[in-house]
């Protein structure tokens, strides 16, 4: 019977429960249970102890997960308790480990948590001690002294702790008795000692009975037969310098590295001092795999790889034998201890992702679960993990080597898709290991962006007359979201055009954003039509915008001039007197709308083929005399004026013109707008002359304008490139007023005009209001600081032409005035004709030079 004394005990009890301390506080949940448990066995209230409620159980997809421990534990999802679901068996779980858990993962979701805990199996006595062998043949020469020593291999016991503590009794003998020894690493050396001597011939043969006792409750115990062999002869065994060397090796040393030279000596002389070693026949065959040993010199030397994190230490028995016959033996054990070095890479395994992640989700959210692992043990089993820079993510430390992936920023799926993201685990050796994961993140699109159009506000020229139906524009938007919410749908903005609905108007096609005339435009009726169309995406909620359309309404030559009834003037008048004056006006504008007067050629002749004694003006539509009226000339004077406008084709109107001539010599009353005398003559004269300073004036202006823009042009050219000066585009030519702008462009690309006569023509003159763009149209950001210079020089030039227009509709009824009889000389002709001539050039000038400043 073995024994322990009182201080012994203490320390290890001690030793033990700092163990579990330990244990209890290194995990969220600690549980325990004996090995050997039955099915059903209460282990604990899981759910109760998490912080669970038992009917979120189910609906949180509560599952758990164990390394390495199968299907030991089950949790009842009804009530929330931990049982023992299989056969737990401690010494198959953990081996010989002091320290044996499983290591149990909860996790649930909605949202997302896991949880661990740690259940320790508790060691029960299940396991007697055994010896290597049942029985053991052990040889003594009657030659051995007293207290001579043959060591023993000791009985093992699969248990742990107090369970492990084993004792050993030896059956009584008068020759031998029983010697235990402790070492520092509280292993035990057993010895028989021969207490008698020994005489061969009075007892050959001696069996013992050794029995070993283990230290749980209740005790088990287990034996071995000891068959001692007493022999004769050969009195002296070989001798070892000590019975036990300690030896340290790296787990990386090299295969066939010198462990230890082992050295005993013999008594004897000749064959009996020559000594042979090798392993004791106890030795293990793994031992055998890994060491081997020269019978000769005594060498230990490795074979194999040598590994630490399988085995850490290894004891080897040693025989010594010499060559006398009988031959006799000495022992000894060399404890080997291996050295652990960092040969093992660290191991990242994710074991649940959540994934796809909304561009919208909170910070925190958890996105994956990873685990770290390392084989070696230390500083080496330390392991770090860490993650990509510069991402809206971060690691979280949950538990020892667990970690949770969580958002640490807001994320933008139009601006990044996706993430790759590595996951660096690093342990502590040196030089330091590392493994490395790929965890790919998709983020997930919301609805956070409206459609978006390029511009605005578009600008649309359509001829009128257009073919219902037609279409006119295209407006597209872009959505930077993705699938449904990227997909837009396009609709008018309804509102009233005068009594009408925008919808009677134009449509919108929804899907390609196609814009259609649904009826023939009519310019007279509507020059400009506004409205906005609506771009909607079909996300939720769903996201919009609008753009401002302004459709122009071109004119076209579809309108006949139309007379107003002339103003019948019956008097006795001389030569160049206004008589009459037809007025006519034109639906159209523009070109379209510019009316010029002649006789016709029936009315222009007197009769007797004499010359007409009137005409009329080209452009003011005033009937004057060509002669003086005499009482030759009929009463009754009957003109036909033919109206034309400038359109293509032109259109036309005939107004007929019925002058009565009164008979007497009374001159007729003169109108109030009549100049008498050599006044007229000299306000004629006048008026000429401004209209030569105001064509001169014009012209000085426009050379002024085109020689700024040509400097301008020339100093934007020689800037570098990108500021935008010389930028190729098509040309536009505007020429502004008050009220409105002239305009001429050819087609672009984003003006569609709808039109069965073939692109529209580059000279072609447009009347458009003057409306304020918006701020942010592309013509307004291309507009160069050249073109804003030109704009103002335009206005001025266009104020120039309206005043000379002007002076020229109003000047021939303030020029011709009736004289007070039928008294003219010839130089009083001569003047009248210079004067027409001067004003004909003036009028010819004009109309030369206006296309050329436009």
């Known amino acids: 019977m073995i024994y322990f004394e009182d201080g012994e005990v203490r320390r290890l009890l001690l030793s033990l429960l700092l163990l579990a301390a330990w244990e209890a506080g290194s995990s969220q949940i600690h549980y325990s249970v004996q090995e050997e448990a039955k099915h059903g066995t209460f282990v604990g209230r899981i759910a109760q102890d998490l912080g669970l409620e038992l009917a979120e159980l189910v609906p949180r997809l509560f599952r758990m997960a164990s390394k390495g421990g199968g299907d030991l534990l089950e949790v009842n999802l009804q009530n929330g308790i931990l049982f023992v679901n299989s056969r737990i068996d401690r010494e198959e779980l953990c081996g010989r480990s002091l320290e044996c858990s499983i290591h149990l993962e909860v996790i649930v979701e909605r949202p997302l948590q896991v949880f661990h805990v740690e259940v320790e199996v508790r060691d029960i006595n299940d396991n007697p001690p055994i010896f290597p062998r049942a029985v053991k043949t052990i040889r003594f020469h009657e030659s051995r002294l007293l207290d001579s020593r043959f060591p023993l291999?000791?009985?093992?016991?699969?248990?742990?702790?107090?369970?492990?503590?084993?004792?050993?009794?030896?059956?009584?003998?008068?020759?031998?008795?029983?010697?235990?020894?402790?070492?520092?690493?509280?292993?035990?050396?057993?010895?028989?000692?021969?207490?008698?001597?020994?005489?061969?011939?009075?007892?050959?043969?001696?069996?013992?009975?050794?029995?070993?006792?283990?230290?749980?409750?209740?005790?088990?115990?287990?034996?071995v037969q000891l068959l001692i062999k007493v022999l004769d002869v050969n009195d002296n065994e070989p001798t070892f310098d000590q019975s036990v060397y300690k030896v340290q090796l790296l787990e990386n040393i090299a295969n066939g590295t010198l462990v230890i030279k082992l050295n005993s000596s013999d008594a004897d002389e000749g064959s009996n001092s020559e000594i042979a070693y090798s392993f004791s026949g106890d030795v293990s065959p793994n031992i055998k795999t890994k060491f081997k040993i020269d019978p000769g010199s005594g060498e230990i030397r490795t074979q194999g790889q040598l590994d630490y994190e399988e085995m850490k230490s290894y004891e080897i028995q040693v025989i010594a034998y010499d060559h006398g016959n009988?031959?006799?033996?000495?022992?000894?054990?060399?404890?080997?201890?291996?050295?652990?070095?960092?040969?093992?890479?660290?191991?990242?395994?994710?074991?649940s992702l959540s994934l796809p992640i909304r561009e919208d989700a909170e910070l925190g959210t958890v996105i994956a679960l990873m685990k770290v692992s390392d084989l070696d043990s230390g500083v080496n089993g330390e392991v770090t993990c860490t993650l990509t820079h510069h991402v809206p993510?971060?690691?979280v430390s949950t538990f020892k080597n667990y970690y949770s992936l969580v958002l640490d920023g807001t994320l933008d799926r139009e601006s990044v898709a996706s993430y790759e993201l590595v996951v660096t685990a690093r342990d502590g050796g040196s030089p330091s290991l590392w493994a490395t994961a790929r965890v790919s993140v998709e983020v997930g699109d919301v609805n956070d962006n409206a459609p978006v159009f390029a511009q605005p506000e578009y600008t649309v020229f359509v001829k009128e007359n257009n073919a219902p139906g037609c279409h006119i524009f295209t407006v597209s938007a872009r959505d930077a979201d993705a699938q449904e919410n990227a997909r837009v749908a396009y609709s008018l903005v309804e509102r009233r055009v005068g009594e009408r609905a925008l919808s009677s108007y134009v449509s919108v096609h929804a899907e390609s954003g196609?814009?259609?005339?649904?009826?023939?435009?009519?310019?007279?009726?509507?020059?400009?039509?506004?409205?906005?169309?609506?771009?909607?995406?079909?996300?939720?909620?769903?996201?919009?915008?609008?753009?401002?359309?302004?459709?122009?309404?071109?004119?076209?030559?579809?309108?006949?001039?139309?007379?107003?009834?002339?103003?019948?003037?019956?008097?006795?008048?001389?030569?160049?007197?206004?008589?009459?004056k037809v007025r006519a006006v034109d639906a159209d504008s523009g070109y379209n709308a510019w009316l010029s007067y002649e006789l016709q050629e029936e009315a222009a002749a007197a009769p007797g083929g004499a010359r007409?004694?009137?005409?009329?003006?080209?452009?003011?539509?005033?009937?004057?005399?060509?002669?003086?009226?005499?009482?030759?000339?009929?009463?009754?004077q009957r003109l036909l004026v033919l109206v034309k406008d400038h359109g293509e084709p032109a259109l036309t109107a005939t107004a007929t013109v019925l002058l009565w001539l009164e008979d007497g010599g009374a001159a007729p009353k003169a109108s109030s707008r009549l100049v008498v005398g050599p006044a007229a003559a000299a306000a004629e004269a006048a008026l000429v002359d401004v209209h030569v300073y105001l064509v001169v004036a014009i012209c000085a202006v426009s050379s002024l304008l085109v020689l700024t823009l040509l400097v301008y042009t020339a100093l934007r050219c020689s800037a570098p490139r990108g500021e935008g000066a010389c930028v190729p585009g098509p040309a536009r030519l505007v020429c502004s007023s008050a009220v409105g702008s002239w305009s001429s462009s050819p087609r672009r690309r984003r003006q569609r005009v709808c039109s069965g006569e073939g692109p529209p023509k580059a000279d072609l003159m447009a009347f458009s209001p003057s409306l304020p763009p918006g701020p942010g149209s592309a013509e307004e950001r291309q507009l160069s600081e050249g073109e804003q210079l030109g704009k103002v020089s335009l206005k001025f030039f266009s104020i120039l032409n309206i005043c000379y227009l002007l002076?020229?509709?109003?000047?021939?009824?303030?020029?011709?005035?009736?004289?007070?009889?039928?008294?003219?000389?010839?130089?009083?002709?001569?003047?009248?004709?210079?004067?027409?001539?001067?004003?004909?050039?003036?009028?010819?000038?004009?109309?030369?030079?206006?296309?050329?400043?436009c």
């Open 393 to 395: 993510f971060k690691l």
């Open 807 to 853: 002076c020229l509709n109003d000047s021939p009824g303030n020029l011709h005035m009736p004289r007070s009889g039928p008294r003219k000389g010839k130089n009083t002709k001569k003047k009248k004709k210079k004067k027409k001539k001067k004003r004909k050039k003036s009028i010819h000038l004009y109309l030369f030079v206006q296309p050329l400043i």
């Open 326 to 351: 009988p031959s006799m033996s000495g022992h000894c054990k060399i404890s080997v201890k291996l050295v652990d070095i960092n040969d093992n890479t660290p191991e990242v395994s994710i074991n």
């Open 514 to 580: 196609q814009v259609f005339a649904l009826q023939p435009l009519d310019r007279e009726e509507l020059e400009l039509l506004q409205f906005r169309v609506s771009a909607r995406d079909a996300g939720a909620p769903p996201l919009g915008s609008n753009v401002t359309l302004q459709v122009f309404v071109l004119d076209e030559n579809d309108n006949a001039p139309a007379l107003l009834p002339p103003q019948r003037v019956a008097r006795w008048v001389g030569a160049g007197q206004v008589v009459a």
């Open 153 to 223: 291999e000791g009985a093992s016991d699969a248990d742990i702790g107090v369970n492990a503590l084993l004792s050993y009794k030896l059956s009584s003998s008068e020759f031998f008795f029983l010697d235990i020894q402790t070492n520092d690493e509280l292993s035990q050396s057993l010895s028989l000692v021969l207490r008698k001597s020994l005489d061969r011939e009075e007892t050959a043969e001696i069996n013992l009975l050794l029995v070993a006792t283990d230290g749980g409750k209740p005790e088990l115990t287990g034996t």
């Open 612 to 636: 007409s004694a009137f005409r009329v003006g080209l452009y003011t539509g005033e009937i004057s005399t060509t002669r003086a009226l005499d009482e030759a000339d009929a009463a009754r």
